[in-house]
């Protein structure tokens, strides 16, 4: 890009060719008044405050329309262009209603007062604005939209349409009387999903929050404070209002890495929870079958006497922890020090291994690393994105926003591999349908598909896959069998549309591959991403910017937690246990002797909870996960759970699992806390506090240090989260560069390995992770499910999220607004099933498998499942969908089958 | 034919959103196009449903409130307004018993404005549906309704 020269006001300024002259000016603080230009949108040009005089150039103007070119000579601010942006905001102010309640930044106002129109006097035109009649529509759960306030600049629509590749907004009616809508003029009945995008951008009021509307205003002390989004693994910056010690707002930050301001509904309309009446605010004690309050020392102190005693008895072994992706890094590396250096063992372990473990053992073993590849801009200039089970709009909204960007604006081509339906279909060039749990087939044959139209990369295999052509040779003999008839046949994905796919895969400049939790949550989970990588290594489509593989994270800190070592089977930085190396330096760090810490693995989620049945743990201590609802094969769970001696639940809330505690401890909210996550693409983010906890309730690494110097073996001396950081970066070689001074403006992605290391954007540029250096090819065969559909099971069902709630729902559904867009549970049935089994619409159905049963369940016949299969959210905890999914895992990567359980439904 | 009918002859193709809104318009007996078929329309082009309502009250052709058999449209441009389009309009809302805007009792006649229908030789002007009618006075209108009410 050619760097020039231009001067505004006299003023020499560099710039790029071509860029836009008002962001230009904007950049060197020279302040053009504007309404409509927003630096995320296309200039609209309608406000036309942002004229400027060129020198040779007739007239006035808009500058957001303007192309900068060297010697560019240009008049910001004269008494002509003055006059004339007075003249335009007088004319603007006719139309509007002016009142100001002082809940939202009013950009039109503050321009009012510049140019001194909120003195009548100084005004030209009469105020005509109520008879013109405009409306309002007050019809949405999260926003309120008055015409009188808006000045058509388009902002609203634009970010809409461009930002969130939604297109929900457009405008009605013609000229002074037009106004924007949203639907068929309700906003309430269109396809609103409650992002507050718009909301973000309009510059004067005319579409606000409705949350707390009547007691927010910002003439009266907010305090704002940034910090980083609790729900899903994109890890949105927002910035918090707090007002009166309460989160009344939550705004995108703009221009940061990796939101640029954008929010989904969750994140924005999401934290009321924090201040919700149901907190936990005491330390419980379980006496007699009723939990009673307590103090924290009687608490803290049974905890540890508890914990010792069964060690005692039944040895080292004996006690596990399920720690949090909820919480921070540094809660959850206290936690994991806890379990390796008090508990005495490794067994701990947490969600991840529900979640994308497959994912990460597949890519562990062929890359060296489990974390995406790329950054989550990236998407945003690929020109193919495969997305395999991974319902993103509704699990990872603002990663999609890149996605549809790229498919909207510069056709990128979407390939979706999904046997259900989700609202990505809608931009994808190609959407392939396979049966549950056939992904394997499909993928080898598309790697055939590959071979055999020789688009395969051979300087890569030679070059960065371990023994090269040989490896390939063997994954071609393996493909052979798997052609497009073959293929079709096991799928019932057509021939065509999976040769199609794998050609443009192939042939992609910038491909990336986003697989989520209906590739890793299964049976062949980790084969699933072993094809996946197969078919990556041979095309070369990794270890550069925009080509690679990347898991988006269900969980804020999903990523974060594995990172710091909350695994059964690595340290911190992903080192294994069984290294001895590894396990002096920790030792020494640590101050301990290397012989205190266990060498051999630990147990993992699932194992934890069958040796708990069998007997092995007899002492438990959960923070943050409620595996009463989210584990599979939840009537297991539940006998294992209640043959446990003795378990600590630490939360925020009351959950489905705290019932079976027995001592409950009060632990603070995100915006309570401080510390740090890391997101899907490795990217480690402040946490910051912004309220007080409730009640006594105390941050979780606090309450974590407590138990471990009650039993006996204090953790550390820690006064700040920032002393707790800087000791994982000192055993975490990937964070090893990483300090708080460092992420105060913005995030910096792992690995940094040291102070002056910016941090990496893309991995596997020059080599691989693993010993050698080079990827690992692992040719795998289809293998039929055990379970499968039969006589008494004639239905396979398939279990996942939508975009209102959250996981268990624990926190999401303490939020009104978020219960308003959704709140009940459903099954998703095909027609043809419907009518097999004499089922009807909305119908309330009993959903029964090998497992256990749930009822009053209600249907939803649609087209969006495949005949023979069954779709449901598992989020509600009065339809407990894991009472029919099976603990039969993964055998690499421990991973349970969430997405396939054959079952039946009775009317 | 049904709405939906009427939809699936036109590809989903976003360029034919206007053709679909007036071969549904023309279809429906009361002159508008109804609630339903902005919905299926918005369905079968796969965009939202604000695309369709902002194009479709866009343009004065579209209606979205059931009107009469007849649309009389009266140009109100200001070649008609200068030869005293508004004395026809005032005579059409007496012969009507309507205001502008509005629909006759027995569902016959809308009464609307219009912008200049390109007439202007022959002024003042009126389109009822798709015929124009030049050089109005209150004969020629009397004439002319004659001939629609049969």
Redesign the interface.
């Given at each position: 890009m050619k760097q020039i020269t231009i001067t505004i006001d006299n003023q020499k300024i560099n710039a790029t060719e071509g860029a836009n002259l008002l962001q230009v000016a904007k950049d060197h603080d020279i302040a053009i008044p504007h309404l409509c230009y927003h630096k995320k949108l296309s200039p609209t040009g309608a406000c036309r405050l942002c004229i400027v005089k060129i020198e040779g150039q007739r007239g006035m103007v808009a500058s957001c329309a303007v192309h900068v070119s060297d010697g560019m000579k240009v008049t910001a601010f004269d008494e002509e262009l003055e006059e004339a942006r007075k003249y335009l905001l007088d004319y603007l102010l006719s139309e509007h209603n002016e009142e100001y309640d002082g809940t939202y930044h009013d950009e039109f106002r503050e321009l009012i007062y510049k140019y001194g129109l909120n003195n009548k006097e100084n005004r030209r035109f009469p105020s005509i604005w109520k008879e013109l009649g405009y409306p309002a529509d007050e019809t949405s759960p999260v926003l309120a939209y008055d015409a009188a306030k808006c000045i058509r600049c388009f902002r609203c629509i634009k970010g809409c349409d461009e930002v969130q590749g939604?297109?929900?907004?457009?405008?009605?009616?013609?000229g002074i009387l037009s106004y924007i809508?949203?639907?068929?003029?309700k906003w309430g009945?269109?396809?609103c999903d409650g992002c507050g995008e718009c909301i973000q951008l309009c510059p004067t009021g005319a579409i606000v929050e409705k949350p707390h509307r009547e007691s927010i205003n910002i003439e009266n002390g907010i305090k704002k404070v940034r910090s980083t989004c609790p729900y899903c693994g994109v890890g949105c910056q927002l910035e918090l209002w707090v007002q009166d010690g309460k989160v009344v707002r939550s705004n995108g930050v703009e221009g940061v890495s990796p939101n640029d301001g954008r929010l989904c509904v969750k994140g924005r309309f999401g934290y009321d929870y924090v201040s919700h009446p149901d907190r936990l605010t005491t330390p419980l004690i379980k006496k007699d079958g009723k939990f009673a309050e307590a103090s924290w020392d009687e608490a803290l102190d049974l905890v540890a006497r508890k914990f010792g005693e069964i060690k005692e008895k039944y040895g080292r072994k004996s006690l596990a922890g399920y720690a949090s992706a909820k919480t921070t890094n540094e809660d959850n590396y206290l936690f994991m020090k806890l379990v390796r250096l008090v508990f005495g063992n490794n067994n701990v372990d947490y969600c991840t291994r529900l979640c994308h473990a497959s994912t990460v053992t597949a890519m562990l073993r062929s890359l060296g690393d489990g974390a995406g590849s790329n950054s989550i801009e990236d998407y945003e200039t690929s020109d193919c994105m495969l997305v395999t089970g991974n319902n993103m709009i509704e699990t990872h909204p603002v990663t999609a926003t890149f996605v549809k960007y790229a498919a909207q604006r510069h056709d990128a081509k979407i390939i979706i591999i999904d046997p259900k339906w989700t609202p990505l279909v809608?931009d994808a060039h190609i959407w392939l349908q396979p049966r549950l749990g056939s992904d394997v087939a499909l993928l080898n044959g598309m790697i055939r598909v590959i071979v055999k139209e020789d688009l395969i990369d051979r300087e890569f295999i030679e070059k960065r896959v371990e023994d090269g052509m040989e490896a390939y040779e063997a994954l071609k003999a393996l493909v052979e069998k798997y052609t497009p008839e073959y293929t079709e046949e096991i799928t019932g994905v057509p021939a065509e549309l999976m040769q199609e796919a794998a050609r443009i895969y192939a042939k992609a400049e910038r491909p990336l591959i986003a697989t989520g939790m209906g590739y890793s949550q299964q049976v062949t989970g980790t084969h699933n991403v072993f094809c996946l990588i197969n078919m990556m290594l041979i095309t070369g489509q990794i270890g550069r910017e925009g080509a690679g593989l990347n898991p988006p994270r269900g969980q804020n800190n999903v990523q974060g937690v594995s990172d710091v070592g909350a695994s059964p089977f690595t340290y911190p930085g992903y080192i294994s246990v069984e290294d001895e190396e590894n396990r002096r330096k920790v030792a020494k760090v640590w101050g301990v002797d290397p012989d205190e810490l266990d060498g051999e693995k630990g147990l993992s989620t699932v194992e934890i909870m069958q040796a708990a049945y069998d007997g092995g743990i007899r002492g438990m201590y959960i923070m943050g996960e409620n595996p009463m609802l989210t584990d599979p094969n939840l009537n297991h769970t539940e006998e294992a759970i209640k043959k446990l001696e003795f378990l600590v639940v630490q939360d925020i809330f009351h959950t489905e699992t705290t019932p079976y505690a027995d001592v409950i401890l009060p632990a603070t909210a995100f915006a309570e806390s401080e510390g740090t996550y890391v997101n899907s693409d490795r990217r480690v983010l402040r946490v910051r506090k912004a309220v007080d906890p409730p009640g006594e309730s105390r941050q979780d690494w606090e309450i974590v240090a407590e138990i471990a110097r009650r039993m006996g073996k204090p953790l550390g001396n820690y006064r700040h989260e920032s002393d707790i950081w800087d000791e994982i970066a000192k055993t975490a070689p990937i964070f090893a560069g990483i300090s708080y001074d460092r992420l105060e403006q913005h995030g910096i992605q792992w690995p940094c390995p040291d102070k002056g290391h910016p941090g990496t954007a893309t991995l596997f540029e020059e080599r691989f992770n693993t010993p050698n250096g080079l990827g690992k090819l692992h040719p795998v065969d289809y293998a039929e499910q055990s379970e499968r559909a039969s006589e008494e099971y004639p239905l396979i069902l398939n279990t996942g999220r939508i975009l209102y709630q959250y996981h268990s729902s624990t926190m999401s559904r303490r939020n009104k607004a978020l219960t308003d867009f959704a709140n009940d549970a459903y099954v998703l049935v095909h027609p043809t099933d419907a009518s097999k089994f004499g089922i009807a619409d909305r119908q309330k159905v009993k959903i029964i498998s090998r497992r256990g049963e749930i009822e009053n369940i209600s249907v939803n016949v649609s087209e969006e499942v495949l005949p023979g299969e069954l779709f449901m959210p598992f989020h509600y905890s009065e339809a407990p969908v894991n009472r029919l999914t099976r603990d039969e895992l993964d055998p690499y990567s421990k991973i349970a089958p969430f997405k396939l359980s054959a079952v039946r439904i009775e009317a | 034919m049904s709405i939906k009918e009427i939809i699936k002859q036109f590809e989903p193709e976003q360029h034919n959103l206007l053709h679909i809104l007036h071969a549904l318009q023309d279809a429906n007996p009361a002159n508008y196009i109804t609630?339903e078929a902005?919905?299926e329309t918005a369905r079968h082009l796969?965009?939202?449903?604000?695309?369709v309502?902002?194009v479709a009250?866009?343009y004065t052709m579209f209606s979205l409130e059931p009107r009469g058999k007849y649309i009389i449209r009266v140009c109100a441009s200001p070649v008609c307004e200068l030869l005293r389009a508004n004395e026809i309009i005032a005579l059409l809302e007496e012969e009507l018993k309507v205001k502008t805007g509005e629909t006759t009792a027995d569902g016959m006649f809308t009464l609307e404005l219009s912008e200049c229908l390109g007439q202007c030789q022959e002024a003042p002007s009126m389109m009822i549906n798709d015929k124009v009618y030049n050089s109005l006075d209150r004969g020629r209108i009397r004439e002319v309704l004659k001939s629609y009410r049969g």
């Open positions: 939604k297109n929900v907004l457009s405008f009605t009616n013609r809508i949203g639907g068929f003029d009945e269109s396809e809608k | 609630g902005l919905e796969g965009i939202t449903k604000s695309s309502y902002g009250r866009y």
